[in-house]
């Protein structure tokens, strides 16, 4: 298989000055993945400014340019059954309601601004394809239910005819998800952050911070308080981190999708394996199919990391009959709280945010920590203080 590695964009490319003198800030910010860009934006929205990200290579170029671009409410840590039954009905629906405000935010966002990055509204598919899965995912369906959702189940006979062939045994449809193109999204995101006054600095890695200066390899930052966003650079003990692979097909036709059994607004999750399968159809009609999440043990990240491109491969030939040639594909790796929430501590001079598992989890978890650096009430301190 010959591929073309990266699809979403030139993860080299700079939009955005380097840091080469001293300055000062108010706020600073150390990550240009979504977790630093959301706090900007969470501060600016309160009414701050004075607001500076440096980021150590591009903007977005970490886990969040590299990610399926699948925005989606379902949390990473767990599933709505056991939030609801570990935090009670109420917290658990402030935290699937702050999730779905945070797609809507999104939406507002790139039609605001903009911003070029593929959007479209979509639907999720939960497949099963045993009998263990199904009651998995009808019982997070419930759970969904108890919130406020309206449930979707998908007999087997309602499926896709190529999706009934591959072996599922139902799907639950989780309505108003967003398919991206994350890099672009991010870089799109970035810009309209620097519209309203944040100094955006790339290729600007942070080398330590003393006291209220953070030492950059060419000047300094003094600054009030600072957030840091360092994706899988943090080297914390409070987060695992994780190898996922995606592989992506060539472009396809309208009736080659149907074929298979897909629509072009579709995306799909099937736990599989002992870990999971994602997958989505891009703008441009192109089947993406994720997997894994294989603990990451080195400070290497194997790009890509064959096992996670042979399980994609026997998927693809078990489930989609046919074996499609993929075109491009890629590993990376992202950090995922060992509790059930995204991490937002309290750190020397502000704030450490990390964990989130996925970029609607850690947008929410942004918006939290600005909260709490202004000291301002939230809805889910009950969660995020339990
Ligand atoms: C292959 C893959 C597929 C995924 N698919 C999805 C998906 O479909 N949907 C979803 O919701 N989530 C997905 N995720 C997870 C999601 O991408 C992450 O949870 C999220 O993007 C994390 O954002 P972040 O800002 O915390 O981290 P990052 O995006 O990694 O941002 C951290 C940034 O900090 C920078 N940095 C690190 N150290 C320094 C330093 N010293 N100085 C300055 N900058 C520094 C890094 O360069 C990086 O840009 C996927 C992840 C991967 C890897």
Known sequence: MKTESFLWGDLKKTAFPTLTTDISCTWLIVGGGIAGLSVAYYLLEAGETDIVVIE??????GSTGHSAGMLVYEPEQARWAEYTKKYGPRIARLYLQSQLNT?????DIIKKERISCDYTGEYLLELADTKAEVQKIMK????????GLQENPLPKNTLPKALQAGGYLYAEKVNNEISLNPLAFARGFAKALKKRGVRIYEETPMLHIKKHVATTTKGTITFDQAFSCLGTA????DIKKYITS??????????????????DKVMFLDDYNSS??????TADRRILFGFGDVL??????PNPYRPHIKEITQFTKKHFSAALPFTHSWSAAYALSKKDIPVVKKIANGFRINGGGTQISTMV???YAVSVALKKKHPLTNLFEK
């Open 296 to 301: 990451l043990t080195t400070n290497k990240i």
């Open 56 to 61: 150590k290579d591009t903007i977005g170029s």
């Open 234 to 237: 943090d080297t914390a003990s």
């Open 246 to 263: 995606i592989c992506v097909t060539r472009k396809l036709t309208k009736s080659e999708i149907k074929t298979i059994g897909l629509t």
């Open 103 to 107: 797609l809507s935010l999104i939406q």
């Open 140 to 147: 997070d369906a419930t759970a969904r239910q108890i919130m």
């Open 276 to 281: 999971f399968m994602y997958g989505k159809v």
């Open 365 to 367: 978890a942004a918006g």
